[in-house]
């Protein structure tokens, strides 16, 4: 209902302004303008360009332009006029918004010169321009003949939307034709894709009421070409196949490897072949503004995009343009973390120090607290049965009871007359059961407990002892030097740097010195952990640890400044992102890691170093009680002899008498 106003409405427009400007607007024909305001709202566009009449006598164009202004009041209007000296790609700019190009007359060798020669060199034959031109048919031409005869020498692309509409004999009906080309040496692809008619309107077939990009994903098995790097490539293997290898060598240049399995699923989603040139390096800029590497073949226009992921770089921007992000490189520190090693053993680290005092400190006062409770007893003792008790059987009696309550033995039950001995007694054995239950519980614990590591951030890295190093790369040196993070200054200034020789290293020498220990490494996470698992086995695989103070870097194809291609790489790129194939990729060349959690537990176990203070008290207990022995010996021994050396001498005077 409100197309059909709308259209009333123009109609109201076109009659008054004929009546008003007479012979002025007599070339103006009412339904071509209705169908370029058809095509405006199925394209949902709002900017408009429309191109003006060929040079040379005719009505007053400027006069035209009022008009065509006051009928298109909705729409943002732009005229082009190829006299006035206005060049046609000096109408377009950078980010500019998509705009509908009205072209009266296809055929005119005017809009040839003027327009299609500049847009086919400035490459505006693309998605961001929609493209309507008029035509008429010919009676020996079909409608696909006279556009491949008009069009087929301008450089068309897949991501061209160009709509012909050619006018039906004898009607004011249009049928319309979706052109464009697959690659630059195929033929010109004309497709019926609607018709227009002033009673139905603006009607496509049911094919083209979806996406372009996916009409046009068949892409007849033409070759594209794209570049890549490889750094790490083994002697007197084949470039391709070493690339497309996802099976063996998986250490060397996986980044570059992996991204290809990506690129192949492409192949087949648009049913198109890669060529593949190499070069060296990803590339650098030169001071005369050229690139080398990749980025060269790039942006010179010697291949279509990169099968390999380039970082998102600020100067590249420049020069290329980018996909979705296909990778993710995680850069952080690798070492082997050192192993909890203090001279207190397992059986003292339940309790702190403090504890332990405190439990001696408890042992001595209760033990001088007994020892008052035992005189007590003994007075009672005495009274009742006039027996004498030594000091000295005191002090053993109450050492030896105060160990029997604490190692949970206690006394006999009518040992004790006094209800505050009992108390006392009673009191400790409690203890003594809680600090047995508490103790044997921690001590359990941290058997099955990980052993906690410290060593698990920046700040704690750069203050312990170990060696620190990085990968001899250039993303390295951006990372450590373009930072404000006065840490991160510091660990290369002051650690890595302070030995450069021998801590920044290749990756395959950094990967032997965390082997050895005491030593951290910095590089990408994924090469690292595939070259040590060759090196490691899975108790010292475990022991590794990370530390990340950079988010990880994204990498992605690039592909020339204003690429026709770059829709249907972000649509596959996205597309195989959103279906996992991406993640499933990933998962494949990924280092499979142990269990160590399982690993863990099988080796829970009460071994000799933490038996061993047991051990080594009983043996230093045993030791103190020999020399104790041996010295009773001694005294007696001296005490005998002494005793008969006194009796020879009295039995010596006697007999002098």
Known sequence: MIKLQVKIILWIFIISAT??????????????????????????????????????????????????????ANYRMQFFTPQRGVQFQELFYYEAPRTAVLVAAFEGEHVKRWVY????????????QAWFML????????????????????????????????????????????????????????????????????????????????????????????????????????DLSYLSNNKDLLQLDPMQRKTFQLFLLMGRMYNLSLEVRFRETWGQLLPNGSWTGVMGHVTSGEVHFAVCPIRFVTERHRYIQYTPALHTQLIHFLFRHPRHSSIRNIFFEPLSTQVWWCVLALVVGSGMLLLLHVRQELRLQQQQQHLAQPVERQMSFVWFTMLETFLQQGPSTGQFQLPSTKIL?????????????????????????????????????????????????????????????????????????????????????????????????????????????????????????????????????VLPKSSPWREHLNHAVLYLGETGLIGYNDKMWTVPRPDCTLFKDAEV???????APALFTLVLAMLVSSTVFLLELLLDWLKARAKATAGWREKGQFLNL
């Open 425 to 557: 007694i009673s009191a400790s054995c409690i203890f003594s059961f809680m600090l047995m239950q508490f103790y044997g519980a921690f001590i359990v614990g941290s058997l099955l407990s990980d052993t906690p590591r410290s060593i698990v951030n920046l700040q704690a890295l750069y203050e312990s002892t170990l060696e620190i190093g990085m990968e001899d790369i250039a993303y390295n040196y951006e990372l450590f030097t373009n930072t404000t993070n006065q840490l991160v200054r510091n660990v290369y200034s002051k650690r890595i740097c302070r030995d450069r020789q021998h801590n920044i290293l290749s990756i395959e020498e950094g990967a032997k010195r965390i082997k050895h220990g005491g030593f951290a490494f910095h590089t990408a996470i994924d090469r690292l952990y595939r070259l040590l698992n060759e090196l490691l086995d899975e108790r010292l695989f475990c022991e590794l640890q990370e530390i990340m103070f950079s988010p990880p870097y994204l990498g992605a194809s």
């Open 117 to 128: 020669e500049a847009a086919s060199a400035g490459g505006y034959f693309n998605n961001s």
């Open 19 to 72: 009546f008003l400007c007479g012979a002025q607007i007599e070339n103006i024909n009412s339904n071509e303008l209705l169908a370029f305001e058809d095509f405006l709202r199925a394209q949902h566009l709002k900017h408009a360009l429309l191109l003006g009449p060929e040079p040379g006598p005719g009505p007053n164009w400027s006069r035209q332009i009022e008009n065509y202004k006051r009928l298109f």
């Open 605 to 611: 176990e009460v071994d000799l170093k933490h038996f």
């Open 135 to 238: 035509g008429k048919c010919q009676a020996n031409r079909t409608d696909e003949q006279i556009i491949r005869l008009h069009l087929s020498a301008y450089n068309i692309s897949i991501d061209a939307d160009i709509t012909v509409a050619m006018r039906v004999p004898q009607t004011t009906s249009r049928l319309l034709y979706d052109v464009y080309r697959v690659g630059q040496d195929t033929p010109l692809r004309v497709e019926p894709k609607g018709q227009w008619s002033p009673a139905a309107g603006y009607k496509l077939w049911d094919n083209f009421s979806g996406s372009w990009l996916r009409r046009r994903s068949n892409l007849g098995n033409i070759t594209l070409i794209g570049s890549t790097a490889l750094i790490e490539k083994p002697a007197g293997m084949d």
